[in-house]
C-alpha cells in the first residue's frame, strides 16, 4: 500500500538553528500539504501545493518558514531561525487532486526546538 | 472561514460499548467530513468519510451521520475494543476551498 514519507521522524536542535523537513507523497498525487500539529490540538494547514505551485499558504509564517516542491513530486519545509514555539509535530499529506479528495497524512516529523 | 467544534475532549467506555463523537461546523457551504484516528507517534489516518449528498454511511463498526440542517456530523463506534483507544478527529472542507479543518480532537479509552 502507497504511503507518504517522511523524514527525519525526530529533530532536535537549538533556537535560531535552521530545519528542514522532507516529504515524499504518494506517487501520482498532484497536491500536497503541510500542516503543523501542536500538542493536544487538530492539525492547522501551513502550505498546500498544486504540483509545483503554491495554491495556499495565508498560514505560513513566511519571515521563517519556506516550503517548496521544485519539481511538483516531493517537497521539503524549512524554518530558519527556529523558535521555541515551533516545538510542534510537522505533517505532510498528500490527495489525487484539489477539492473533496481523501487526504493521506505521513507519520510526521516531530521537533523540539531547545 | 470555517470553525469546526468537536465533543467530547475525552471519552471513557468500556469495551464492547459504543462510543459517539460530536462535530458541528460553522460554514453551510461545507461538503466533505472525513474522520482521523491518531495513535501515538503516528500521522492521522482515515477512517471513514462522507459527503454532503448522503446522510449516514457505515464501514463494519463504524459509521458517520451528517445532518447538513443543523450542521452537525457523528461518529459512532459499536462493540468498542481496546485497539480503539486513540485521538480521533472530524474536519470539515469546502468543496472549492479546499482546506481541511480539524476539530480539536477526542481522546478515547477504552477499558478492558
Known amino acids: 500500500e502507497a504511503e507518504v514519507a517522511q523524514s527525519p521522524r525526530y529533530k532536535i536542535t537549538e533556537k535560531s538553528q535552521a530545519v528542514a523537513f522532507w516529504c515524499d507523497p504518494i506517487s501520482g498525487h498532484a497536491t500536497l500539504y503541510w500542516y503543523r500539529q501542536i500538542l493536544g490540538q487538530g492539525p492547522e494547514l501551513l502550505v498546500q501545493?498544486?504540483?509545483?505551485?503554491?495554491?495556499?499558504d495565508s498560514q505560513l509564517p513566511k519571515d521563517r518558514f519556506s516550503a517548496e516542491r521544485l519539481k511538483g513530486v516531493d517537497s521539503t519545509l524549512k524554518i530558519q531561525p527556529a523558535e521555541l514555539g515551533d516545538s510542534a509535530m510537522y505533517l505532510c499529506?498528500?490527495?489525487?487532486?484539489?477539492?473533496?479528495?481523501?487526504?493521506?497524512f505521513g507519520p510526521g516529523t516531530r521537533l523540539l526546538v531547545l | 472561514g470555517e470553525n469546526v467544534e468537536q465533543h467530547p475532549s475525552t471519552l471513557s467506555v468500556q469495551e464492547g460499548d459504543s462510543a459517539v463523537i460530536k462535530c458541528t461546523y460553522s460554514d453551510s457551504a461545507s461538503n466533505y467530513f472525513p474522520w482521523y484516528k491518531q495513535e501515538l507517534g503516528k500521522g492521522p489516518q482515515l477512517i471513514i468519510d462522507i459527503r454532503s449528498n448522503v446522510g449516514e454511511k457505515k464501514d463494519q463498526r463504524i459509521a458517520v451521520t451528517l445532518n447538513k440542517t443543523a450542521k452537525h456530523f457523528s461518529l459512532h463506534i459499536t462493540e468498542t475494543q481496546p485497539e480503539d483507544s486513540a485521538v480521533y478527529f472530524c474536519a470539515a472542507i469546502m468543496e472549492y476551498g479546499n482546506k481541511l479543518v480539524f476539530g480539536a480532537g477526542t481522546i478515547l479509552r477504552v477499558k478492558s
Open positions: 499529506a498528500s490527495s489525487l487532486n484539489r477539492g473533496r479528495e481523501t487526504q493521506y
Open positions: 501545493f498544486q504540483d509545483e505551485s503554491v495554491v495556499d
